[in-house]
């Protein structure tokens, strides 16, 4: 039997686009690499137990070095709500992205871009610290700490 021209066409192009589908995907515009970021590390403190210095103290060196890392910590209230706070260092400041859950208070993710972090003691303690953030937009706030 004789094939029809409308099936080779058919058989064709079918056969034109398995070939396209089985060639190496692009891989687009190149720009320039993100580096990766150093992970810092977590903490999870609930009534002052679970505290992180290591990670603080790596996160605290990383700003002062301009090295891109991350840290974040969740802290529940006395209720027992959490807020989480997401730092990342990067070449220009500190971004914070802020994740409260917290009844009593303002709840919402918010985005800061901080140019200034310091280390600030906690109360109560000698060997604890925090951080204030300063000069920071985007998030509803120019300061704010993480406790």
């Given at each position: ?49 679970g ?68 280390r ?5 303690t ?6 204030a ?13 993480v406790?």
């Amino acid at each position: 039997m004789p094939r029809s021209p409308g099936r080779s066409l058919a058989a064709l192009a079918l056969s034109a686009l398995a070939a396209s589908c089985s060639s190496a995907p692009d891989k687009g515009p190149s720009g320039p690499a993100t580096p990766p970021l150093k992970q810092c590390g977590t903490e999870v403190v609930r009534r002052g137990d679970g505290y992180n210095g290591a990670a603080r103290e790596c996160i605290w060196q990383a700003y002062k070095n301009r090295e891109p890392s991350e840290f974040k910590t969740t802290r529940y209230t006395i209720e027992g709500d959490p807020v989480t706070y997401h730092l990342e260092v990067t070449a220009t400041g500190v971004v914070v992205v802020v994740d409260s859950k917290d009844r009593y208070a303002l709840q919402g993710v918010f985005r800061h871009s901080c140019r200034n972090l310091e280390r600030i003691m906690q109360e109560g303690t000698e060997d604890r610290f925090g951080f204030a953030l300063s000069a920071c937009s985007g998030g509803g706030a120019e300061r704010l700490a993480v406790p």
